[in-house]
């Protein structure tokens, strides 16, 4: 099966550095919802390099920023899941910086443990 991150078939790559790109999710579970990944196909955080994560992780920040300008959030979680039984549905580390609006749930304590319940169907 290909993998539909390194096809770029789709995706309209919003930042990039040298080891990772940015693009928003196309099953967003908020409006402005960000994926980074590497560039090169790493299945999980644990295959990433050292300068993946690096690469990755400035791009989070840099992400951020431009959330920020294009929908102004009031809060942001930031996860990854690893493996099957960690929710993983694409084989290639994808890392969410999602954006969190006041009132987008009744109570936010807890973050993602809470994490708004399926405001987008999935596939």
């Known amino acids: 099966m290909t993998c539909p991150f390194c096809s770029k078939n789709e995706l309209k790559i919003e930042l990039e550095n040298d080891l990772a790109m940015a693009f928003f999710d196309k099953y967003p579970v908020q409006k402005g919802h960000l994926l980074i990944i590497p560039k090169r196909h790493a299945e999980t955080y644990f295959e990433a390099s ?3 994560i690096m690469a990755i992780h400035s791009l989070i920040r840099e992400g951020k920023r431009l959330i920020d ?8 979680n ?11 549905t694409i084989d290639h580390l994808h890392f969410h ?3 969190r609006y006041q009132g987008d749930i009744e109570d936010p304590r807890g973050g993602i443990r809470k994490m708004v319940p399926n405001l987008v169907e999935y596939p």
């Open 50 to 52: 050292s300068e993946e």
């Open 78 to 88: 930031i996860g990854v899941n690893i493996g099957k039984f960690g929710g993983q």
């Open 97 to 99: 910086l999602i954006p």
């Open 69 to 76: 300008e294009q929908f102004v959030p009031d809060g942001y």
